[in-house]
């Protein structure tokens, strides 16, 4: 299985600044066809994950622009530039490059 | 707008069979390209994957589950399903069903459930 190692595990933050996620996977993502199948959720207190990012740069219809994916291989990033009361859960990264697809443990993200 | 909606016994035994229904509104299961998946997340923890079936009917499942998972499409219902047997305390879980879109190269989970919990305890 490609294990997937997120961090921080936990990640305060003051409304309007900046957040970053960082996610490594135990083998490359990156497939032939020039696409690295990593994917980044959103699950928010309560509620089921939702997907902000696929294909590791690519966001999801509706998402706000203040999110943004970057990283290639095994090495991937996750930022928020000016973070917002709403952005409050535990965002996983997820490998969807075989099976079984797997999730990094999460990092929690709450307002100072 | 598609929504996916789980249903089952909250409370099963332990060494019993949990099964869990998904039923999907707005769109056809047997239609387009997806995979039709099932997670779960014990209390506090991660998400697992647990296994997937294609809108033509091929399945894969997670070696840790699989001697014990099936995955089934139910077309004249439009609902999928989960079967786990011989369950025991550790299977207590939130359990999610979702959509994984196939577009093109893109693949990617664009609806989930909203969960239900399943409890298995004597």
């Known amino acids: 299985d490609i294990v997937m190692t997120q961090s921080p595990l936990s990640l305060p933050v003051t409304p309007g600044e900046a957040a970053s996620i960082s996610c490594r996977s135990s083998?490359?993502?990156?497939?032939?066809?020039?696409?690295?199948?990593l994917d980044w959720y959103l699950q928010k207190p309560g509620q089921s994950p939702q997907l902000l990012i696929f294909l590791a740069s690519n966001r999801a219809s509706g998402v706000p622009d203040r999110f943004s994916g970057s990283g290639s291989g095994t090495d991937f990033t996750l930022k928020i530039t000016r973070v917002e009361a709403e952005d409050v859960g535990v965002y996983y990264c997820?490998?969807?490059?075989?099976?079984?697809?797997?999730f990094g443990g999460g990092t929690k993200v709450e307002i100072k | 707008q598609v929504q996916l909606q789980e249903s089952g016994p909250g409370l099963v035994k332990p060494s019993q069979t949990l099964s869990l229904t998904c039923t999907v509104s707005?769109?056809?299961?047997?239609?387009?390209?997806?995979?039709w998946t099932w997670f779960r997340q014990p209390a506090g923890k991660g998400l697992e994957w647990i296994g997937r079936i294609y809108t033509r009917g091929s399945t894969n499942y997670n070696p840790s589950l699989k001697s014990r998972v099936t995955i089934s499409l139910d077309t004249s219902n439009n609902q999928f399903s989960l079967n786990l047997s011989s369950v025991t305390a550790a299977d207590t879980a939130v359990y999610y069903c979702?959509?994984?879109?196939?577009?093109?190269?893109?693949?990617?989970?664009?609806?989930w459930g909203q969960g239900t919990l399943v409890t298995v305890s004597s």
């Open positions: 707005g769109g056809s299961i047997s239609s387009g390209t997806y995979y």
């Open positions: 979702a959509r994984r879109r196939i577009n093109g190269d893109s693949y990617y989970f664009d609806y």
């Open positions: 083998q490359s993502l990156l497939q032939s066809n020039g696409y690295n199948y």
């Open positions: 997820m490998q969807g490059l075989q099976s079984p697809l797997t």
